[in-house]
């Protein structure tokens, strides 16, 4: 019986002319997934939160918290909301000490920021560009002069429980002694909220300058203190940090390390007795932050990128 056209068998050549079709689909389906599987091999927080802690040794006392940071997304649902909250909860890990109050050094320079410009965006304050280039080398060059300056001009005590107030920071107060900024006290776990909701709570713009601040933070602080350790010191890329220092509260230095890394959240609080020098501080919390595996997608998103101060009781801080 003789073969009809359509069941003539086709020639090899027509069957091969379907490999680069099937190629092309196969190596298409091969990169769309790439993404999915590299970010299935991410280390957790809950991994990496014990080799930060145990890189840091005995030097003296870490709270680490690792977390994501949320992402600003328009017209979701009430339960795609709660659904993705909880999926940035579970995101985050923090050691035994996330919890425990620090005094926050150059930390509070953040909320400080944050709140000011949250103000000024109401219309509840109005800031000159005197005012802006102050906030800005207040976070780049943890310039003190400029942060006492707001603090007493834009009352910083009411600036702090403004920012734990809108982002739900349940260990962040403002310092005993009205003056004494360096000695607002906060933890790990209310930093990393604060960084990883920033996005989110403040006003895009807002956001984007404070993260580039963060980002542009200078090798030298503006008081001469080498900011390069912790995050800035070892994370490569340019992340966005802050870092803080101050001796001697309690008979203690404090040294702190925090950084938005691509989309991690890193908080690094240390506190050492004031008999370990800095360079010993910094070394530990170097080993620490060294501990932080960054990922190829970190590091390309990481490079994107006046008033006297009321006088304390007793001998000011050195801080930043």
Known sequence: MPIG??????????????????????????????????????????????AVTAAYGQVGTLAVVVARQQQRLEDLSIRAAEARSARVLAQRAGNELAGRPFPTASMVKLFLAEDIL???????????????????????????????????????PQAVRN??????????????????????TTTARDLAWF?????????????AALLGWMRAATPIAADGFDQQ???FGTVPGQPAVKQGWMCCVDG???????????????????EVPSSVGWDAAKAALDAAAAAI???SVDQTSASGRSATPTVARRAKPVRS
Do not use: C, K, N
Not at 13 to 22: F, I
Not at 167 to 175: F, M, S, V
Not at 195 to 207: E, G, Q, S
């Open 5 to 50: 056209p359509s069941h003539r068998p086709r020639p090899w050549g027509a069957r091969l002319g379907l490999l680069p079709t099937v190629v092309l689909l196969v190596l298409l389906l091969a990169e769309v997934s790439t993404p999915r599987r590299a970010a299935a091999r991410a280390v957790p927080p809950t991994d990496v939160v014990p």
């Open 118 to 156: 949250h103000r000024a965006r109401t219309g509840a304050v109005t800031l000159t560009p005197h005012d802006r280039a102050q906030l800005e080398a207040m976070i780049r060059r943890s310039d003190d002069p400029a942060a006492s300056d707001l603090w007493v001009r834009f009352d910083g």
């Open 163 to 184: 920012v734990a107030a809108r982002y739900d920071l349940p260990g962040t107060a403002p310092p005993r002694e009205w003056g004494q900024w360096g000695e607002t």
């Open 195 to 207: 960084l990883t909701r920033l996005p989110v709570v403040a006003h895009p713009d807002d956001a």
């Open 229 to 231: 350790f912790g995050v």
């Open 252 to 270: 203690q230095r404090h040294l702190h390390s925090v950084g938005v890394v691509g989309s991690r959240v890193v908080v690094l609080l240390s």
């Open 293 to 295: 595996p960054v990922t």
